[in-house]
Nanobody
Framework: QVQLVESGGGLVQAGDSLRLSCAAS????????MAWFRQAPGKGRNFVAA????????DYADSVKGRFTISRDNAKNTVYLQMNSLKPEDTAVYYC???????????????????WGQGTQVTVSS
């Protein structure tokens, strides 16, 4: 079973950048689609970005398109979320997630992901 640990969150000002990392342990995760979700205070968990197993195909929520970039380094068993031009509305706990079916399509649906990290807090001040 793959285990995921996020890092890189913090407190930044509007317009700043952050890079989140998601390190996988256990089985190699190179064949699994990966995604980032986020949960703002008092709200549900929402899709942010996803990529297929190779990293060649990606998908983004409209709210982050053009500002966030998802990428992966399968040799390091790590997925990244580069976040630029951060806004106060990006404040949330960010979660990394993996599907458990090798070579499956990525998805925007939370229920399609069976492995989750513990989350990392991102706070953007205005």
């Amino acid at each position: 079973q793959v285990q995921l640990v996020e890092s890189g969150g913090g407190l930044v000002q509007a317009g700043d950048s952050l890079r989140l990392s998601c390190a996988a342990s256990g089985r190699t995760f190179g064949s699994y689609p990966m995604a980032w979700f986020r949960q703002a205070p008092g709200k549900g968990r929402n899709f942010v970005a996803a990529m297929n197993w190779s990293g060649l195909t990606t998908d983004y929520a409209d709210s982050v398109k053009g500002r966030f970039t998802i990428s992966r380094d399968n040799a390091k068993n790590t997925v990244y979320l580069q976040m630029n031009s951060l806004k106060p509305e990006d404040t949330a706990v960010y979660y990394c997630a993996a599907r458990s079916e090798s070579y499956a399509a990525y998805s925007r649906q939370e229920n399609d992901y069976s492995v989750w990290g513990q989350g990392t807090q991102v706070t953007v001040s205005s």
